[in-house]
């Protein structure tokens, strides 16, 4: 597994280094199999950007102001606590699931799903892959991935993150201050933030959210995948 981590507890280190951590894995992940584990090599990417984010929130709760400004109801300490929730959140909930697809393929996971440890969404989405892989067919592959992220954005991080606290995420979709404002896309070469495609949108709202990654962000990280030589430099970078 990932040094400090314990199954269940979460990590034994500060939010920055789990973030650390948690792009490490990701991007490991990808580079153990760059044709299958999309969805990881996306989350690497995504993972960096969020560590970004808390440290920018790091830095403002060892200021002298108490909150954003003009946003009174979110400190630097509970913007830090939401993102690394958010992180730790969707990498509890679907790391394991990579380990046990790499260790034990579709069968695995099978098992899982008899269990009631895998819901049948996330399952579904992981034989979609099983069936590209084994057939060579990254359409599926791809496919496959595509269902993974949209799973984690509706069922991990919109109940846990989003819902617990719309009117903050909705404010901080449109303050005028610019690492806020413009949420960016974490894809390297990809220039569209948030804000530029879905002008006076809400990031808190799984519509707006998705149709942002699944137009714009997800379009980006498949061309960029396409090309191994820059992608598999750009997310072995995340690994040190």
Do not use: C
């Amino acid at each position: 597994m990932i040094a400090g981590y314990v199954p269940g507890k979460g990590f034994t280190t500060t939010t920055l280094q789990m973030n650390q951590r948690i792009t490490q894995a990701y991007a490991q992940m990808y580079l153990s199999n760059p044709q299958v584990f999309k969805w990881a090599g996306m989350a690497a990417f995504a993972s960096k950007e969020v560590g970004m984010g808390e440290r920018q929130a790091e830095a403002l709760a060892g200021s002298d102001l108490p909150w954003i400004p003009g946003l009174t109801d979110i400190s630097g300490t509970k913007l830090e606590a939401e993102l690394a929730q958010g992180n730790l959140g969707v990498f509890s909930d679907i790391y394991w699931q990579h380990l046990a697809y790499q260790d034990g393929g579709i069968g695995a996971l099978k098992q899982a799903l008899d269990a009631h440890e895998l819901d049948r969404t996330a399952f579904d989405a992981w034989q979609t892959i099983d069936r590209g892989q084994s057939t060579g067919n990254q359409d599926l592959v791809w496919q496959g991935n595509a269902s993974l992220l949209r799973y984690e954005q509706q069922n991990v991080l919109q109940p846990s993150i989003y819902d617990s606290d719309r009117s903050t995420w909705q404010k901080m979709s449109s303050w005028p201050i610019s690492w806020v404002q413009h949420i960016e896309s974490p894809i390297p070469g990809d220039n569209m933030s948030f804000n530029n495609y879905k002008g006076g949108g809400d990031i808190g709202n799984f519509d707006d959210r998705w149709r942002w990654i699944s137009e714009s962000m997800l379009p980006a990280w498949k061309r960029l995948d396409s090309n191994p030589q820059q992608a598999v430099p750009a997310i072995e970078a995340l690994t040190k």
